[in-house]
């Protein structure tokens, strides 16, 4: 039996990446180093939890506009989150 899984994926993961994308501006420091984004949409993503799908339009589908609003809210928390966290740690790597 071989089961391809390859369509199954965290529906947060493409709207923590793009709303790390558009917050990236503002922390410049972060902006400009690829892994620091990426220590960013971790950081989020971990806050999160996981909401496993295979079609996102199946999955939105089934939210009502409150489940939605609170996923969009939640999004943006986290990654608000995660910008600050990395950027204290940056703050106190320079010190040390």
Do not use: W
């Given at each position: 039996?071989?089961?391809?899984?390859?369509?199954?994926?965290?529906?947060?993961?493409?709207?923590?990446?793009?709303?790390?994308?558009?917050?990236?501006?503002?922390?410049?420091?972060?902006?400009?180093?690829?892994?620091?984004?990426?220590?960013?949409?971790?950081?989020?993503?971990?806050?999160?939890?996981?909401?496993?799908?295979?079609?996102?339009?199946?999955?939105?589908?089934?939210?009502?506009?409150?489940?939605?609003?609170?996923?969009?809210?939640?999004?943006?928390?986290?990654?608000?989150?995660a910008f600050n966290f990395v950027q204290a740690r940056l703050a106190?790597?320079?010190?040390?």
């Amino acid at each position: 039996m071989n089961q391809d899984f390859s369509s199954i994926y965290n529906h947060h993961e493409r709207e923590v990446l793009s709303a790390v994308m558009a917050l990236a501006p503002q922390f410049p420091a972060i902006a400009a180093d690829s892994d620091l984004l990426c220590d960013v949409a971790c950081v989020a993503l971990n806050r999160l939890p996981p909401r496993y799908i295979r079609h996102a339009v199946d999955f939105l589908f089934y939210l009502t506009e409150h489940e939605r609003r609170e996923i969009d809210t939640a999004i943006e928390e986290s990654v608000g989150y995660a910008f600050n966290f990395v950027q204290a740690r940056l703050a106190l790597r320079a010190k040390g």
